[in-house]
């Protein structure tokens, strides 16, 4: 029996935990799920194991997983994002100075093509 430190959200308390689980079936569809028991409502607390992760409402439900994702969402933030340029001002002058020289570059090949110079 496999036990290991877990973050539960209490529903009922509405709180974060901490807690050792251990894993263990909990039905035909879900599988196995780390399970202990809520320190001050001695409610049975579920985490998905990492397969079914996109179904554990804890990633809903938590505050601190809320917390988590604030604090690095701007780090994780992709080129394709709304705000990336906001944060990364240098990274749009660089990409429209790439471009600049790249229709610079295919108009001196345009000019040399029909002006022979």
């Given at each position: 029996?496999?036990i290991?430190?877990?973050?539960?959200?209490?529903?009922?308390?509405?709180?974060?935990?901490a807690?050792?689980?251990?894993?263990?079936?909990?039905?035909?569809?879900?599988?196995?799920?780390?399970?202990?028991?809520?320190?001050?409502?001695?409610?049975?607390?579920?985490r998905?194991?990492?397969?079914?992760?996109?179904?554990?409402?804890?990633?809903?439900?938590?505050?601190?997983?809320?917390?988590?994702?604030?604090?690095?969402r701007d780090?994780?933030?992709?080129?394709?994002?709304?705000?990336?340029?906001?944060?990364?001002?240098?990274?749009?002058?660089q990409r429209?100075?790439?471009?600049?020289d790249?229709?610079?570059?295919?108009?001196?090949?345009?000019?040399?093509?029909?002006?022979?110079?």
């Amino acid at each position: 029996m496999e036990i290991k430190n877990v973050h539960f959200w209490c529903t009922t308390d509405r709180a974060d935990y901490a807690l050792p689980a251990i894993l263990r079936p909990v039905n035909s569809r879900i599988g196995e799920a780390w399970c202990a028991t809520c320190p001050d409502c001695d409610k049975t607390l579920y985490r998905l194991k990492a397969e079914n992760a996109k179904e554990d409402p804890y990633f809903r439900q938590s505050k601190y997983m809320t917390r988590q994702v604030r604090k690095h969402r701007d780090a994780l933030m992709q080129p394709g994002d709304k705000n990336f340029n906001l944060l990364n001002p240098q990274h749009e002058k660089q990409r429209l100075e790439r471009e600049n020289d790249s229709e610079r570059k295919t108009f001196e090949d345009i000019q040399d093509k029909y002006h022979g110079t």
